[in-house]
């Protein structure tokens, strides 16, 4: 009895700093990204880390937490908010998003490879209507949990990675209004997709390519 009590107890422990553990990473998160978004309008200004306690980062603007009792982000939703930088990898520290939206921001330069490393668990990604350029990661295939891929109105340029469309899961993709060229892999399962407004893409729902 004494034994099956210990083991429980240390069991027990070991959670409790697993989940504190977890918790540190998403403020950790939250912290990076602040640090490293231009924000000329001061709307992260509610982000304020100085007072710890329980659930707190749960009501910054755009946050969303599996619930208001402990600091594990499951959404960011920042759009629209004049928003600037680069893609910054505090990101690793956020590991239970399952919605990221940028969108309507002026963010730039690459989408980084390792997004989904970072993130595994993503289902909605909105990275629409900013300044993001260099090509679409193909490690965005990695992302198997992806339903909607939101990629339009950026500097994205290359071709469309076919490991893309190998997401069973991925129902929307829009990749319109960028630079890229090249052919479309062949989906399947997708509701709804949107590759306008790039010149150079053929194959697929448009000409033959070459």
Request: charged letters at 15%; aromatic letters at 10%.
């Amino acid at each position: 009895m004494a034994k099956s009590t210990m083991f429980f107890l240390l069991f027990l422990s070991f959670s409790v700093l697993l989940h504190n553990v977890t918790a540190s990473d998403d403020i950790r998160c939250l912290q990076g990204l602040k640090d490293s978004f231009k924000d000329p309008n001061g709307n992260l200004n509610s982000w304020n880390f100085s007072n710890y306690f329980m659930g707190f980062i749960c009501k910054f603007i755009g946050v969303g937490c599996w619930n208001n009792l402990e600091n594990r982000v499951l959404s960011l939703s920042l759009p629209n908010m004049n928003l600037s930088g680069q893609f910054p990898d505090a990101f690793k520290y956020c590991s239970s998003l399952t919605t990221l939206d940028l969108s309507g921001n002026r963010f730039s330069g690459p989408i980084p490879s390792e997004i989904c490393s970072w993130t595994p668990f993503l289902v909605i990604l909105d990275l629409s209507n900013n300044s993001f350029s260099g090509s679409i990661p193909a490690e965005l295939g990695n992302c198997t949990y992806l339903n909607k891929l939101m990629l339009n109105n950026n500097k994205l340029s290359g071709n469309i990675p076919p490991e893309i469309s190998r997401l069973t899961r991925l129902k929307v993709l829009s990749v319109a209004n960028n630079n890229l060229s090249g052919n479309i892999p062949p989906f399947s399962g997708l509701s709804d997709f949107e590759y306008g407004g790039n010149r150079h893409l053929c194959g697929g729902p448009l000409a033959k390519c070459g």
